[in-house]
């Protein structure tokens, strides 16, 4: 689903890393989590900076803002604040990528 090309693309060469500016590091991490790790990692992304991690794991999605110094568990995104979560967990589990791409965007109208 990454390079869908009905997706809309920051630019023509690629994937939009970052939301504001181009910088090292992301605003926003997005992070499946197989074995361990998690909440775990907040600090790693703390120091570089990163604004956003959702961890999805065990078919459960959370999502931590940094306030401050620490982050916080969220129930909805600072950087993308029309996304609504129940809708984009709808589609994330979807078994049919192509069906998944398609009913999101639709949905969500872009």
């Not at 997005?30 to 120091?47: C, H």
């Not at 961890?55 to 993308?80: H, M, P, R």
């Not at 604040?81 to 639709?106: G, K, N, S, W």
Request: include cysteine; glycine fraction near 8%.
């Amino acid at each position: 689903m990454l390079f869908d090309p009905r997706i809309p693309r920051a630019s023509a060469g690629g994937v939009r890393q970052n939301i504001d500016t181009r910088k090292a590091y992301p605003d926003l991490v997005i992070e499946v989590v197989f074995t361990s790790g998690g909440a775990d990692k907040l600090e790693i992304y703390r120091r570089l900076g990163v604004r956003e991690v959702w961890f999805w794991e065990d078919g459960v999605l959370a999502i931590y803002g940094l306030e401050g110094e620490q982050y916080t568990k969220v129930a909805k995104s600072s950087l993308l604040p029309q996304l609504a979560i129940d809708t984009f967990l709808r589609y994330v589990t979807c078994h049919d990528q192509y069906d998944a791409v398609t009913e999101f965007l639709a949905e969500i109208q872009w």
